[in-house]
Structures are given as structure tokens and as C-alpha cells.
């Protein structure tokens, strides 16, 4: 699988396949964080099931953290 190497700053607003360089959780979504403790962040999110419920599992990273897109 193809793998692009981007900074998160850059990804912000984008869905797909995103990955933290070494990492092997997939996520699907970078957003900016603001409005909470973790201000000038970006947040990595993903969607998960577990027990019939949905859960959002968050990682935030610094702008200019290397994200890897997976193609």
C-alpha cells in the first residue's frame, strides 16, 4: 500500500486513511482542535464499535506532526 507523508496542518479538513509514522491504528478524519485544553492541536479521529455502541477514539498530535496517508 502506497504510503504519503504529509504534516497534519496540512490535512486538516480531509477524510481517508491516516496513519502516525511506526503507528498501526487507521484514522479516518483530521480535524483542528480548538475550544478545549488541547487549543492549536490536531486532532487524528476515528469511528469504533465495541458492545453495540459507537465510540470516537481520538489522538491529538502537533501541527507539525508527519501523518502518513495511506493510498
Known amino acids: ?3 504519503k ?3 497534519a496542518w496540512d490535512l486538516i479538513g480531509e477524510l481517508g ?4 509514522p511506526g503507528g498501526h491504528t487507521v484514522y479516518e478524519s483530521v480535524l483542528y ?3 478545549t485544553a488541547r487549543s492549536n492541536k ?3 479521529a476515528r ?3 465495541k458492545d453495540g ?6 489522538r491529538y498530535v ?3 506532526q508527519i501523518v502518513e496517508v495511506l493510498e
Open 53 to 58: 455502541y459507537l465510540h470516537q477514539i481520538n
Open 47 to 49: 469511528l469504533t464499535s
Open 62 to 64: 502537533d501541527p507539525d
Open 17 to 20: 486513511a491516516f496513519r502516525l
Open 1 to 3: 500500500m502506497p504510503v
Open 42 to 44: 490536531v486532532r487524528l
Open 33 to 35: 482542535s480548538c475550544e
Open 5 to 7: 507523508e504529509v504534516i
